[in-house]
């Protein structure tokens, strides 16, 4: 299992987790991660009130490769703040080796704004 994350020490922390079903198999499935830091009342409103929409692309280089899908019961608010996951199955082993490899993961805030907004963060890099 390979994890690489992005954060800021302050608001985010942004993962993407590459796991092998085996040793003998060559791909790969993906999980992307997101916890956003901040007020547990606030991450329960956007659960409650922004209708849970996330999203996530799973990039190559500069190149979005494919959507992935949402994980189990995600999102979820808690006391440090609002957590995602997406996922994808099946990466060739040689995607890996050719690219760059990241996710861009997301949720829509409809606190903030007329029509609220969208927060994206790039995960590591594998």
Not at 16 to 27: C, N, V
Not at 36 to 58: F, P
């Amino acid at each position: 299992m390979v994890h690489k994350c992005n954060y800021d020490n302050e608001t985010f922390n942004a993962c993407l987790t590459l796991i092998r079903p085996d040793y003998f198999y060559t791909w790969v499935n993906i999980v992307a991660g997101l916890d956003m830091i901040m007020d547990g009342g606030r991450a329960q409103e956007i659960v409650n009130r922004c209708g849970g929409e996330i999203e996530a692309s799973l990039w190559y280089g500069n190149v979005r490769k494919r959507w992935m899908l949402r994980r189990g019961d995600w999102p979820a608010a808690g006391s440090g703040g609002l957590g995602l996951e997406m996922y994808t199955d099946v990466v060739p082993d040689e995607d890996l080796e050719r690219y760059d490899v990241y996710a861009v993961i997301g949720y829509k805030d409809c606190l903030q704004g007329r029509n609220g907004v969208w927060v994206y963060k790039r995960t590591g890099i594998a």
